[in-house]
Nanobody, 125 residues
Framework: QEQLVESGGGLVQAGGSLRLSCAASGRTFSSYAMGWFRQAPGKEREFVAAISRSGASIYYADSVKGRFTISRDNAKNTVYLQMNSLKPVDTAVYYC??????????????????WGQGTQVTVSS
């Protein structure tokens, strides 16, 4: 069983930065890939970024490439999402997720079997 808890969301002006954290409770955190997703009001949840078990492989959505950075610290059971140059369109609830069942990393939400409760990010113009 894995529990994920996000933190670090908040209100920021356009052009600003936030760093989200996702703390995992399991003892095998380093054994699975992690992802970040977001859901804006009235829209479907979408992929943001994913990182492999070791951190060697990373995927980004085109909309955040060059602005967001995903990383992980396996010693702390934590995955991060550094968000720079934020835009109002980045406003959403951000979720971290764990894929404990598959090898490799994916952008597909259906591969992720554990989810956090989400943290709100609001970017004002």
């Amino acid at each position: 069983q894995e529990q994920l808890v996000e933190s670090g969301g908040g209100l920021v002006q356009a052009g600003g930065s936030l760093r989200l954290s996702c703390a995992a409770s399991g003892r095998t955190f380093s054994s699975y890939a992690m992802g970040w997703f977001r859901q804006a009001p009235g829209k479907e949840r979408e992929f943001v970024a994913a990182i492999s078990r070791s951190g060697a492989s990373i995927y980004y959505a085109d909309s955040v490439k060059g602005r967001f950075t995903i990383s992980r610290d396996n010693a702390k059971n934590t995955v991060y999402l550094q968000m720079n140059s934020l835009k109002p369109v980045d406003t959403a609830v951000y979720y971290c997720a764990a894929d404990t069942l598959h090898y490799g990393i994916t952008m597909s939400q259906s591969h992720y079997d554990y989810w956090g409760q989400g943290t709100q990010v609001t970017v004002s113009s």
